[in-house]
Structures are given as C-alpha cells and as structure tokens.
C-alpha cells in the first residue's frame, strides 16, 4: 500500500499563489517506484480532472485550463510533487487530488511480490474568492 499525503490548499484572492504539496510513502519494507505523478481536481458538482501530471522521464501535460499559471515538479529520491499555482482565478476552486501510478515489490518468504496500481490523495481544498 501506498500513502499519498497532500498539503499546502487553502483560500486565496484572485491572482494570489499556493503551492501544493503530496508525498508519497510505503510500508517498512516495501519498494517503491513511481512512474507518473499528477493532480487532479474536483469542483463541486462537476467531474475530477486532470490538472498536471509529470512521467518519470519528465514529459509533462498540463489542462489548457492552467497552462501558463501552474507548474508541476518532482522530487524523485523523496516520491514528492509540488504544484505550483500562480495567477489563481475563482474558477480553480475544488478539491485537489494527488495521483500516483506505483510498482510496490516486497520481499516475502516466497518470493518477491510486486503489485502495480494508482493511489490517491485524500484530496487539499482550494478557495479562490475575493
């Protein structure tokens, strides 16, 4: 199993900044290695979305929503991301969620076992509102 911590919502003006965190971490034991992370977002009433998200070869898609406005980085040796939203406009409003897509290998006394699978947050609350 893999936990995706997020951190850094909140509220905002229009036009103010936040930037998001989300770690990812393991059972004692267990190897991971994560080959894309990303955000998505989930406004009320509407259906989740993709914000960004960065493969482990660096390629990166971003919503034409927030091209311009947010930026997503890696920090590979620590499995965390950051999203970094400038230029905050009220239509951004909504549940943010970290994704993760993971190989979890465990030794076990029959061998090694390797499990692949997304994870996600439990989801950061961003306000936009003046």
């Known amino acids: 199993q893999v936990q995706l911590v997020e951190s850094g919502g909140g509220s905002v003006q229009p036009g103010g900044s936040l930037r998001l965190s989300c770690a990812a971490s393991?059972?004692?034991?267990?190897?991971?290695?994560?080959?894309?992370m990303g955000w998505y977002r989930q406004a009320l009433g509407k259906e989740r979305e993709l914000v960004a998200i960065i493969t482990s070869g660096d390629r990166i898609t971003y919503a034409d929503s927030v091209k311009g406005r947010f930026t997503i980085s890696r920090d590979k040796p620590k499995n965390t991301e950051y999203l970094q939203m400038n230029n905050l406009i009220p239509e951004d409003t909504a549940v943010y969620y970290c994704y993760a897509y993971c190989l979890v290998q465990r030794s076990e006394p029959s061998g090694l076992s390797e499990t692949v699978m997304p994870y996600w947050g439990n989801g950061t609350l961003v306000t936009v509102s003046s």
């Open positions: 393991g059972a004692s034991g267990d190897t991971i290695s994560i080959s894309k």
